[in-house]
């Protein structure tokens, strides 16, 4: 049973909570260790941003903000202590459910594979054949991307970025995408991401 960490400050909605998450299958827990961890904001004392600031120190659990706060700035903040996702309250059970289950199983499949690549998530290693190329966070994350949807927009993969505390505009996007080509060509796989203009890139 997977475990989630739980911190809000407001009974009613800890209670609310309590119940949905139990109710689909995960043990709630009030401090680490964990498999996700589901954040309020305004605490009383350390706040969700410190919170969050101290579980990336010693760990890369998939972290969600569950806030009133509405404001952009409070949600870039909240991506820029290594949060994976940022939602509103009021929230929908099933939205928030459904996104608990992808960051859960992106943890849980550290490995990808499509058109004869096999991606490492875990070690940052992409194999064609028998030949491997090492690579950065940022060309491991784009590569993932594509592997996942095949075709993504520019904004998408930005935005996947962000989302794992990589920011990056589109300029250095295009620089990355262009040496993670580099590495692919080396490994026989020449052509394997192709830009689809005015779009993103393709698979």
Not at 20 to 45: E, F, H, K
Not at 147 to 156: I, Q
């Amino acid at each position: 049973m997977e475990k989630i960490l739980l911190i809000e400050d407001d009974d009613a909605v800890l209670e609310e909570l309590t119940i949905l998450l139990r109710a689909n299958g995960y043990q709630t827990v009030s401090a680490p260790p964990c498999d996700l961890a589901l954040l309020d904001i305004s605490l009383p004392g350390e706040s969700g941003y410190e919170i969050c600031r101290q579980l990336r120190r010693t760990s890369d659990v998939p972290v969600i903000f569950l806030t009133a706060r509405e404001s952009a700035e409070d949600e870039l903040l909240g991506f820029s202590v290594g949060a994976d996702d940022y939602i509103r309250k009021p929230f929908h059970s099933s939205v928030l459910l459904a996104r608990i289950a992808r960051l859960l199983k992106r943890k849980s499949s550290p490995v990808l594979s499509a058109r004869g690549l096999i991606l490492n998530l875990a070690d940052m290693t992409v194999c064609h054949g028998d030949a491997c190329q090492e690579l950065t966070r940022n060309e491991t994350r784009i590569l993932a991307c594509l592997m996942r949807k095949n075709l993504c927009t520019r904004e998408e993969i930005i935005e996947d970025l962000w989302n794992s505390s990589l920011y990056i505009d589109e300029n250095t996007l295009y620089v990355n995408v262009n040496r993670l080509r580099e590495k692919l060509k080396k490994l026989g796989a020449e052509g394997c991401i192709r830009t689809v203009r005015g779009v993103g890139y393709r698979l």
